[in-house]
């Protein structure tokens, strides 16, 4: 049985950061297709970033680009995306998906406010 979990959300101000974690189970991340999106205020889904395989590069989305880090933990099982120089735009739901034999599983989600 798949199961994602995230943690690590929470209230920042602008300009911090952020370590997102999504712990997950039935899966292997260091082989298996898992990305992290976002969904905004209004209900709008975001792509962010996603990784496959033991050798592929990570994949941004634009509005992750340069900012957010994706890095995987084989002995923990774990994908984190770390945040940088955050703003309110980036205020949301953070979700971990990944991808088995071409169905998609998602996390609860991880709730990051950006704000004063």
């Known amino acids: 049985q798949v199961q994602l979990v995230e943690s690590g959300g929470g209230l920042v101000q602008p300009g911090g950061s952020l370590r997102l974690s999504c712990a997950a189970s039935?899966?292997?991340?260091?082989?298996?297709?898992m990305g992290w999106h976002r969904r905004l205020p209004g209900d709008k889904l975001q792509y962010l970033a996603s990784?496959?395989?033991?050798?592929?590069?990570?994949n941004y989305g634009d509005v992750a680009r340069g900012r957010f880090t994706l890095s995987r933990d084989s002995a923990k099982n774990t994908v984190d995306l770390l945040l940088n120089a955050l703003t309110p735009q980036d205020t949301g739901v953070y979700l971990c998906?990944?991808?088995?034999?071409?169905?998609?599983?998602w996390g609860q989600g991880t709730q990051v406010t950006v704000s004063t």
């Open positions: 998906k990944t991808v088995l034999r071409g169905q998609e599983y």
């Open positions: 039935g899966v292997d991340v260091s082989r298996d297709a």
């Open positions: 990784v496959f395989g033991h050798e592929s590069s990570t």
